[in-house]
């Protein structure tokens, strides 16, 4: 069987990743008799930056890419139909049996619509997660990609429900979550890797972790700031690998030019580029406390059991929620300042508490995806 990922941005590195590995050990263990899958992977280009692409490549051990497509960054339209255009190249060329895309990225939307339009299968991972908000270009992105996909893998079950409720029940899968898989593989190995907090002057459980990134926050200007003037007075030493959308924003924007001079008079905020995904790993499993609007950081903080404070006004991550580990608190200046004091004061770290993972899987959900896909494909 012959499988195509298609993959573009930082997270889709890490699940592919672990696809990868799935389809290795799977093959390993043919024997004669089962059909081997020959896997090539595609990269876009839409993150391009080595933190924010090729230290990932290195870090866990992802094949390099067969094909590069260079396609960089660009207004959303643009983007996606540069994309279109080049993969659409790319599955006349390789003639796959199916084309794995991966979360909710317009790499992700610019996969499922050359392949289904070619008449090729989609297999979706990380299918079934809504936010309901379709002001998101995520959303649109899912939504999308779901409904021109042919077998869906599902992480949780609120994923499987999403789709039932659209009327998706053929070759649904729940299988786990593969970001799950990632942290089992390399929890124990990030944990001894103090020199990033030793880097950025901070002792474990002694720091707030923060990213922002996404566009409802990042293109307003004044949310934006904000968010970040909030960052810069918590009481607290706070880091933040910053994504290059919000440095960028930083650089280009008047309005945000006394945020920017705030941040850097900072006593305690720890700014850093884009760190590795082992680096963030530690950063996670050390932290107090996580403040973040992204979806895999949400869940890996749930993942090494530090609290989470979502800056966005819903999750598409349920499951994180339980027992208060997750908290979706929007992006108030006052509320967030609030809400870490609260947080901070009452430790879970510290007291050693964890949350219940197995709403995410058993942490082979990798292999579940891959035996899946030979299964209904055979
Ligand atoms: C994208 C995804 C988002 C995902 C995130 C992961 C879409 C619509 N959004 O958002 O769902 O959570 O990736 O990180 O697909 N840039 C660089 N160097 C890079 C990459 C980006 O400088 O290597 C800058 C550029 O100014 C670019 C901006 O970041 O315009 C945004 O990049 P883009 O890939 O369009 O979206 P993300 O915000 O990264
Ligand atoms: N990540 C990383 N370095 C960073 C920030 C994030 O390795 O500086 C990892 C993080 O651990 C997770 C993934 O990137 O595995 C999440 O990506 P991001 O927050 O960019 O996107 P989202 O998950 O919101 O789509």
Known sequence: MRLLSIVGARPQFVKAA???GAVKRYNRNAGSGRERIHHKLVHTGQHYEHKMSG????ELSLPKPHY???VGS???GQQTGAMLEKIEKVLLAENPDVVMIYGDTNSTIAGALAAAKLHIKVAHLESGLRSFNRRMPEEINRVASDHLSDLLFCPTETAVGNLRREGITTNVFKTGDVMLDAVVAYREKALKRKKVLKKLNVESQWYVLATVHRAENTD?????SGLLQALAELNFNVVLPMHPRVR???KDSRELRPIAKLMERSRRLRIT???SYLDMLALEAHARLVLTDSGGVQKEAFFVAVPCLTLREETEWLETQADGWNQVIGTDPQTIRMAVEVEWQR????RNEQPDLKSFGDGRAADNTVAALARTLA
């Open 18 to 20: 672990m696809i990868a």
């Open 74 to 76: 660009g207004p959303q």
């Open 68 to 70: 590069h497509l260079g």
């Open 273 to 275: 580029e884009p760190v």
């Open 248 to 250: 960028d924003r930083l």
């Open 347 to 350: 430790n879970r770290v510290g």
């Open 55 to 58: 230290i990932f490549f290195d």
């Open 220 to 224: 307003s200007p004044e949310r934006l």
